[in-house]
């Protein structure tokens, strides 16, 4: 019995030991998961963080300034063609999940056409709607709805 318990309390530390441990290697740094990339410029030649754009409530018109993101986000495009990227649709919560799925899809489908129009491949892109899924800000506030209509840009 004295061996059983004894064992049990070995199992217990050596687990607890084990789960406690925290890596050392690496700078601390996100990984290249795509966990985290939020709106960071461009770092360098073959390599980004494409910045999002955003949107209005209910529209999926692209504003002045996204078409400025686009713009230059097809000239990383351009420089990169190896590069694809994924044109990611969301929404905040407000309305139904089937409209918010269907808005975050024309949303990626206006960035999509317009980075056409700039000359980039339809090889390089192709889209998706998170609808209102994968909010940036959970929160239910007009701050927080404004983060979430948006078009974020995976690469891959």
């Not at 209910?58 to 097809?74: C, F, G, K, M, P």
């Not at 590069?83 to 799925?101: A, F, Q, S, W």
Request: with cysteine; proline share 2%; net charge neutral.
């Amino acid at each position: 019995m004295r061996a059983v318990r004894f064992l049990g309390v070995l199992l217990l530390v050596v687990t607890m030991a084990a789960c406690s441990k925290s890596s050392k290697s690496g700078s601390g740094m996100a990984d290249d998961s795509g966990m985290g990339e939020g709106n960071i410029p461009m770092a360098s030649e073959g390599s980004a963080d494409l910045p999002d754009i955003n949107f209005e409530y209910d529209s999926s018109a692209l504003s002045s300034r996204a078409q400025s993101l686009l713009s230059a986000n097809a000239k990383w495009l351009m420089n990169n063609k190896d590069k694809k990227i994924v044109l990611e649709g969301h929404c905040d919560e407000r309305g139904t999940r089937e409209y918010n799925m269907a808005l975050g899809e024309r949303r990626a489908r206006a960035a999509y056409d317009y980075l056409r129009s700039l000359g980039i491949s339809s090889q390089q892109l192709s889209t998706i709607s998170y609808g209102e899924e994968l909010p940036l800000d959970t929160g239910s506030s007009e701050m927080a709805w404004s983060k979430n209509r948006r078009v974020h840009f995976a690469t891959r």
